[in-house]
Nanobody, 126 residues
Framework: QVQLVESGGGLVQAGGSLRLSCLAS????????MGWFRQAPGKEREFVAA????????YYADSVKGRFTISRDNAKRTVYLQMNSLKPEETAVYYC???????????????????WGPGTQVTVSS
C-alpha cells in the first residue's frame, strides 16, 4: 500500500525558512505528479505547488511564487518544498499529495490528487 509521510514542519519566525519533505512508499513514485497543499484553521485547503512526474515542470500559487520551490528526487521517492520568507498568515498544516493519474503534468486542483499524507504543521510567528 502506497503511503505519503511529510516531515520538516515546525515553528519559525516571520521571514524565516523551512524545508518540507514528503517520502513515498511504493515503487511507482516516479510516474506521478506531486503537489503541496496547505490548510489553515477555518479555511479551505489551498494549492501551493505542483511538480510533474519527471520533475521538469513546476507550477506555483501566485502567493508563494518566488519564495517557495518544489523539487523531487525520484531515486529517493521524495518531494520537497523549500519555503523562504515565510509569513505569519502561512501558518497551516501542509500536505503533500500524489496525482490520481500517472504521467499527468501539473494538476492544481485537490480533486486531481488521490493520495494524501497526514500533513505537517508549519507555524510562523510574527
Amino acid at each position: 500500500q502506497v503511503q505519503l509521510v511529510e516531515s520538516g514542519g515546525g515553528l519559525v519566525q516571520a521571514g524565516g525558512s523551512l524545508r518540507l519533505s514528503c517520502l513515498a512508499s511504493g515503487r511507482t513514485f516516479s510516474s506521478y505528479a506531486m503537489g503541496w497543499f496547505r490548510q489553515a484553521p477555518g479555511k479551505e485547503r489551498e494549492f501551493v505547488a505542483a511538480i510533474s512526474w519527471s520533475g521538469e515542470n513546476t507550477y506555483y500559487a501566485d502567493s508563494v511564487k518566488g519564495r517557495f520551490t518544489i523539487s523531487r528526487d525520484n531515486a529517493k521517492r521524495t518531494v520537497y518544498l523549500q519555503m523562504n520568507s515565510l509569513k505569519p498568515e502561512e501558518t497551516a498544516v501542509y500536505y503533500c499529495a500524489r496525482s490520481s493519474t500517472s504521467f499527468k503534468q501539473l494538476p492544481i486542483s485537490a480533486y486531481e490528487y488521490g493520495l494524501w499524507g497526514p500533513g505537517t504543521q508549519v507555524t510562523v510567528s510574527s
